[in-house]
């Protein structure tokens, strides 16, 4: 295959068992990166599905163990929905955004504004389970990063993602929520455009760029939930999955 | 190079000139690819920024030529704006969503609800011209992939984009604003997830995602508005990027 100056490679990485509670994520994907042949190096960005994050980390909630509130308890029974897993999306939620024609809108404890607070039942085993987004995606890119970092010697980067929804547009679309490594924003302003001129709203969300491209290889009935992007040229930096928020006082959508 | 099962290949097409109205668009590609080397092959997905789409079409547009209205003027004034480009806006909007701190969001004839209905300074040679949408960009794309495949022979797709702010997340990611050979949205819903349940929320906007991936190659500063994506399995369709739009009765940020 002949290489084109400038390309970017999105390469799966299958061969990753379904993850359980206290599993080492690290492990799982230094198994399949051997099994791939495929050798991490630096430059890569390692974009992880935040499903297995969150499975590794626990953050897996059994409905059985959920008292719905009277609140949760209205909303599911005028949209035919489960009383426990709207509850468990209120625990989730810091800011309820819409609560209407049977969508939950709602800000999460990180700041993000998605369906549900990230609250998701499918890809999780057993009927009565739902998984929640992890604690601190920062932190568990960061984890990761460093597990990979030093298990290969190489300088990379990780994302951890989710699917969300968007106003105006339909059908969702792969985000980032942790970052470590890489400056999720490529931030243009001030520089000249191609003619000299100064442009004044150019700042790249490269991050959930990453994430979108990441999620055409991932599937979502595939079980592929790694992918290893090679060959895009980023700013390092520690990074954060916090400053692809929109700051409140530039929020004309709250 | 080894290549990897299910790699996707993001490749900058460089070296198209500078394009003028009435440019031959399909022509500057195939220039292009050859002198890249690059042969358009069967299931290519061809993502070209719409800049260059408009200017081909003559769809830019001399301040010196515009009356300002009122209501232009005065947002002008207030936010220190030049009203002849705010009137060029309003000209391509057909519903304001939003007129606040500066900023006008705005649906355009498209459907498409954005940051100054699409109208857009940088990158266009003159001190005193802006840049449009395509009046169809769909039927733009339409073109260029009749073209491109009438002079290959090859079954490819082609996606026109435009980078778009979204409410709560910072920064610019590029999106679909024209499509054709391709279905924007591959719809899971039905299908049984990987254990078996049936996924009642799983609509993804491919086409926004090829958009994305297609901007990491492109950068904004780098005269590079074309790239092919090549390996992404995708469902052939005649496609529209109305598709992409959310309809208005489930859009619950009018």
Redesign the interface.
Known sequence: ????????????L?GIPEVRPGDDLCEFIMRACAQ???ELAAGDVVIVTHKVVSKAEGRVVTLGEIEPSDLAVRFAQENGKDPRQVEAVLRESVRVV?M??G?L?AQTRHG??C?NAGVD?????G?DTVCLLPIDPDASAHTLRKGLSGATGADIAVIITD?FG??????????AIGVSGIE???D?RG?????G?E????????A???A??A???MG??D??PVAVLRG?EYRRAAGSAR?????AE????R
């Open positions: 295959m002949t290489s084109f100056p400038g390309e970017v490679r999105i390469i799966p299958r791939t042949g495929l819409r209407d024609r969508v809108i993000f504004v369906a039942a499918s890809n999780v085993p009927e699917s968007r106003p105006w547009r339909y059908g969702i679309t792969n985000v999720p924003l490529a243009y520089q000249p455009d191609q003619w001129r442009m004044t709203a150019s700042v790249i969300a490269v959930d760029e990453l979108a491209a999620e055409l290889v979502k009935t079980a592929c895009y400053e692809l928020v929109m700051p530039k929020d004309m959508f």
